[in-house]
């Protein structure tokens, strides 16, 4: 008798995995650079050096200790170097103690949900929102409620915000940048976020905890520094992934970073270790957790995806298509010229063009495009993406 | 408001991690060479020099496809290949498809329990027991409940077994060669164990899984062959770890394979990505997933604890202790000269001898030392053994 929760999960397949399957079989068919597949958020870019000399250097001076177990809250140098990094960059008192390690932001939401919510409880989460939420909420019991999108800028709907925090809402969950609208949340936004939480905790008498989501924090464009919600709310938990910013997303690592001055801030740690244990994951893979180390002030040349959105933004507005300029990620998120953005993207894939419909992000009518490709292939894309529209909808 | 079953754990500290403290913390005082620590199940021999050589090939000759993403079932190549090499050796006709790469025995476990039991549902396991199976089972809200063990052989108490099965029961795990016991399950108790498990299977109408945890599958000794459970029993979910054959348990390493001829065996591995969805932890790290590939056939020279067992034993046979002779792992399982196995691990302390109470593997009145140290230590723990129980018991 199998479990039913994760049996009926596999009867709703994905539909972006679905599109990057026909992707991928279309390119046998015409060759893949032939087809202009925007449906993947896979990095593009090459590693950055610094990460390849050091799991060399870790393997060429192993003592013997380098594959060893990493105690149960993960490896203290890595934690220690981590909180080093964040204290520097964003001026807020992380020590090792509020660091986890994790593999990936993945299951640094899952881990931090864990902490905070159960059965009985609601997570909020805004549109549009990445859509592997649901799975990382639903299997602790809690429900996942998503905000309606303010879809003029794609920052907080705020009078929709409000009226669905509740006595039963135990986290909100924001991605700044944002999978998929590519847009990054203003300090006003960040600030109206933090008030109001802070408003509801009073008014509940519990504290609403912030779960930041931010994979693509060191992927901004127009010379923006990352921002850092942490610094507007304290009881944040930091979600980074090392995936996007040093092109390494199948080596899963990333962290939990609990602010310092958030309520229990030692203990959500402590508790992550014993999330770790009852689902057998315990830490990310030793020769990873060190080889990120030297990595933590730097990346891959992330610029390709800056001048990528530039070229398709600009045809998008060229062709009267709605769009709000992403400020970061490799995403953009445009409104489909017809109310349907299924229908719309089938239509696209007549001209081999693979864009993901709005609908699995909580935005119907919206499309996504993933512009982590060769700036060559989105040249030879712009053309086709622009006959396609002027032979369909004008 | 932070989630209690998690916190609660907090409370709970480890017996084996608190000694392994005091070892660490007396090292400090004495010079941790004259500890005699047996706390820890941490291998110690060296990693075979296939995994390192793999490891700088795939680094070397990175096309900028290595650190990339893992598909959700993990990588086809490795799961193709593992299969291959249990096909060869066991002789069962597993394909990829029967094959999930986990992270570590502990992944495969949690994941297998995912599988098959929740709320309400029971999984029976045998004394003497690796405690961490606490966690992995409780936080399905399934629960475990331990069948006495045989202490004169560590093999099944069948009789205890059997009246234990219930309609409730939806696993039955195993350990064999068995942490903390040493012991390796004969032919005979397997064909029992399978031929009841039938039994109870056809008079409750739904079929009884055995989870078989066998991380120390090759660390087998008198020149035997690693036996299969899953040959004895169909529905056999197989775990494996490769820290201890490669000695690499912090690179989170192992995989589920499920017997071809189990029930829905494909649907119980996709059923596994659904799992690694929910916990957020998705794929082992690609580059070690690889890793292992040129190294399934092969272990460490991992003779030395053979030889560690062997000097262990016999001075414990010499000195009138009651013991099972080990047939396979780095542990073994003695009586304590005394009733209460707590008092006389705390004795021990005295002499620097540091002995893991059974109390916490379900048998209390035995105690556990774990050998994966240095036989040179072994052998000037000796003298020191010889010198406490005679001094003390005798």
Request: hydrophobic share 40%.
């Amino acid at each position: 008798m199998l479990v039913e929760s994760y049996r009926e999960m596999l009867g709703k397949k994905s539909v972006i995995r679905e599109l990057s399957e026909f992707a991928t079989a279309r390119g046998k068919e015409i060759g893949y650079e032939n087809v202009f597949d925007y449906s993947l958020g896979n990095p593009s870019v090459p590693v950055p050096k610094q990460f390849t000399e050091e799991m060399i250097r870790l393997i060429n001076e192993d003592d013997g200790t380098l594959h060893g177990y990493s105690p149960s809250l993960t490896l203290p140098e890595v934690r220690q170097a981590v909180a080093e990094s964040l204290k520097k960059r964003f001026g807020l008192p992380y020590e090792a103690d509020h660091i986890f390690m994790t593999s990936g932001a993945a299951g640094a939401i899952a881990h931090a949900v864990r902490l905070i919510a159960a059965a009985g409880d609601e997570v909020l989460t805004f549109a549009p929102f990445f859509p592997e939420y649901h799975p990382y909420v639903d299997l602790t019991g809690a429900v996942l409620k998503v905000v309606p999108a303010d879809t003029e800028t794609f920052q907080i709907n705020m009078d929709a915000f409000r009226s669905m925090l509740s006595e039963r809402t135990a986290a909100v969950l924001i991605n700044t940048p944002n999978n998929p609208s590519g847009v990054v949340y203003s300090d006003g936004t960040l600030q109206a976020l933090a008030d109001t939480l802070r408003e509801f905790s009073a008014k509940y008498g519990h504290p609403i905890y912030l779960i930041s989501d931010e994979p693509y924090r060191e992927i901004v464009f127009d010379g923006r520094e990352p921002s850092c919600p942490s610094r507007f709310y304290d009881n944040t938990i930091m979600c980074y992934s090392f995936s996007k910013s040093l092109s390494i997303p199948g080596e899963r690592i990333g962290y939990v970073a609990v602010n310092p001055a958030c309520e229990d801030a030692k203990v959500l740690i402590q508790m992550c270790g014993q999330i770790s244990r009852g689902i057998g994951h315990n830490c990310p893979a030793s020769i990873i957790q060190r080889a990120i180390v030297p990595c933590l002030d730097i990346t891959s040349d992330l610029s390709v995806y800056e001048r990528n959105m530039n070229l398709i933004y600009d045809t998008l507005r060229d062709l009267d298509v709605t769009v709000v300029r992403p400020g970061g990620t490799f995403y953009i998120f445009p409104k489909a010229p017809e109310e349907d953005a299924v229908a719309f993207s089938k239509k696209a894939l007549n001209y081999d063009l693979v864009l993901v419909p709005g609908d699995s992000f909580g935005a119907p009518g919206f499309f996504r495009m993933a512009y982590c490709i060769d700036t060559e292939k989105v040249e030879r894309s712009l053309p086709v993406l622009r006959k396609f529209i002027t032979e369909t909808y004008r």
